[in-house]
T-cell receptor, first 114, second 114 residues
Framework: AQSVTQLGSHVSVSEGALVLLRCNYSSSVPPYLFWYVQYPNQGLQLLLKYTTGATLVKGINGFEAEFKKSETSFHLTKPSAHMSDAAEYFCAVSLSSNTGKLIFGQGTTLQVKP | EPEVTQTPSHQVTQMGQEVILRCVPISNHLYFYWYRQILGQKVEFLVSFYNNEISEKSEIFDDQFSVERPDGSNFTLKIRSTKLEDSAMYFC????????????FGPGTRLTVL
């Protein structure tokens, strides 16, 4: 069965510093991988996704993620953190393109310090 | 930009009562989902719905739960007899035809069962 593990429930960075949020997945077949962001009192917003093709995926707000099959990872990065990036980030995996069921990690809260 | 909406934002109910959570998906979307997040835990898949029937459901989605698309715009989740452990944030999501892997989430309904 597929699963998702996000290392670190809380990550704190200084404004302008590199953001790295870690995600590892478990899957017996090629997965679809997603990062969602949740701002306070809002729904989950898609940041980026990997389905097939290029393993480096660029998303909104300057974020990107790289699918590494050998490491079963899909880490999210941003070169320079902004105060507005403070939010909760969720990694998710889907094996089924028919039903679209998503399996989520436990989430990582990103704090950005001035 | 089209968005998924959910009502109410917060629902308080007594144990054993029935609740109906409402969602208005994006208008041209055909795939609908419910997820829930118990405080401090992962976002969990409950059910997916397509072509007026359930396409997949999780173990959580037992006989106490039901979903319905009563008209062309609403998508509802009913819990027949609420339990304390049903207290959670419930998220509705929708996706468009041919790309069920890209889901758009609503802001959620916080259900509190007393």
């Amino acid at each position: 069965a597929q699963s998702v593990t996000q290392l670190g429930s809380h990550v704190s960075v200084s404004e302008g510093a590199l953001v790295l949020l870690r995600c590892n997945y478990s899957s017996s077949v090629p997965p679809y991988l997603f990062w969602y962001v949740q701002y306070p009192n809002q729904g989950l917003q898609l940041l980026l996704k990997y389905t097939t093709g290029a393993t480096l995926v660029k998303g909104i707000n300057g974020f990107e993620a790289e699918f590494k099959k050998s490491e079963t990872s899909f880490h999210l990065t941003k070169p320079s953190a902004h105060m507005s990036d403070a939010a909760e980030y969720f990694c998710a995996v889907s094996l089924s393109s028919n039903t679209g069921k998503l399996i989520f990690g436990q989430g990582t809260t990103l704090q950005v310090k001035p | 930009e089209p968005e998924v909406t959910q009502t109410p934002s917060h629902q308080v109910t007594q144990m054993g009562q029935e609740v109906i959570l409402r969602c208005v998906p994006i208008s041209n979307h055909l795939y609908f989902y419910w997820y829930r997040q118990i405080l401090g835990q992962k976002v969990e898949f409950l059910v997916s719905f397509y072509n007026n029937e359930i396409s997949e459901k999780s173990e959580i989605f037992d006989d106490q739960f039901s979903v319905e698309r009563p008209d062309g715009s609403n998508f509802t989740l009913k819990i027949r007899s609420t339990k304390l452990e049903d207290s959670a944030m419930y998220f509705c999501a929708s996706s468009d035809r041919g790309r069920p892997d890209t889901q758009y989430f609503g802001p959620g309904t916080r259900l509190t069962v007393l």
